[in-house]
């Protein structure tokens, strides 16, 4: 009887670690292993996955968009797709944002150009989640901004409006990623 209640004391002591080790955000990052003592009391252990990423995450994570990033922190977008969506995010590299003209992107950044830059993020993100496959030469893609994307299919290589997808179907739990190697710009 007091082997039972030492090992039930045991297990309830680690599971609470566990549990405040999940909660640290650094652990989060990586599988957590955790004990499943209602299968098996014994020595069950299972390693508990990632949480998947959102859009947001991906990009703010990612070398190749930190200039997005900055565009959808001063845009106040970040919380808006961070929302369940989804969301078919077409993201242009640092490189695209780089081809624009000298000083574009620094004169977007500023608070009082939010409206400008506001217009031309929303001009990236569509409504669901499209992957590369459902795309059709042709078709046409209401944004979040209003205005319509243009898709082209030629040789197995897409392009929306005048950007190429360089890397298609970045999944998040919330939508999907294709980058795109231009900045996509709407029409006044």
Known sequence: MRNKI????????????IIAACNNEATQKAPVAVMDTADNPKDSMMVQPEEP???VDIVVRSE????????????????????????????PTNKAFNTLPA???????????????????????????????????????????GQVLTVSIKAGKIKINRANIITADLAGKNGVIHV?????????
């Open 6 to 17: 030492l090992t039930g004391v045991a297990a309830t002591f680690f599971s609470m670690i």
């Open 103 to 145: 000083g574009k992107v620094d004169g977007l950044l500023k608070p009082e150009k939010k409206a400008e830059l506001t217009k031309i993020l929303t001009y990236h993100v569509v409504p669901g989640n499209i992957i590369a496959a459902d795309l059709k030469n042709g078709q046409k893609l209401t944004t979040l901004e």
């Open 180 to 188: 795109i190697d231009a900045v996509l710009i709407p029409k006044k």
């Open 64 to 91: 190749d968009h930190t200039t997005l990033a900055a565009a959808l922190k001063a845009a106040a977008l970040i919380d808006t797709l961070k929302n369940a969506g989804p969301f078919t995010v077409f993201a």
């Open 53 to 55: 990423k959102d859009i």
